[in-house]
Nanobody, 119 residues
Framework: QVQLVESGGGSVQAGGSLRLSCAASGRTFSSVKMGWFRQAPGKEREFVAHIRWSDGFTYYADSVKGRFAISGDNAKSTVYLQMNSLKPEDTAVYYC????????????WGQGTQVTVSS
């Protein structure tokens, strides 16, 4: 069983920063990429960013580009999301996910961590 555990969420004022962490544990775990998603109240879950372990390639949603940075340590199966210049519209539950090569999709998910940005 693979588990992903997020931490680092909280409440912050607009313009502030937060850093989310996600650690994978369980049976032998190896994933080609890990990502962050978020879900705001009443909205569908949306992609935020991902990092590919083989070459460190990162990709961001347009809404967070230039403000958020994803990084990680493949050896530790840990991924981070540094969020700067936060806006009220960034308020959501943030989820960490790991890609399954066999299924060609994100198949492992964390429980989520709440991020609230006040104006």
């Amino acid at each position: 069983q693979v588990q992903l555990v997020e931490s680092g969420g909280g409440s912050v004022q607009a313009g502030g920063s937060l850093r989310l962490s996600c650690a994978a544990s369980g049976r032998t775990f190896s994933s080609v990429k890990m990502g962050w998603f978020r879900q705001a109240p009443g909205k569908e879950r949306e992609f935020v960013a991902h990092i590919r372990w083989s070459d460190g390639f990162t990709y961001y949603a347009d809404s967070v580009k230039g403000r958020f940075a994803i990084s990680g340590d493949n050896a530790k199966s840990t991924v981070y999301l540094q969020m700067n210049s936060l806006k009220p519209e960034d308020t959501a539950v943030y989820y960490c996910a790991a890609w399954s090569v066999a299924l060609s999709r994100y198949d492992y998910w964390g429980q989520g961590t709440q991020v609230t940005v006040s104006s």
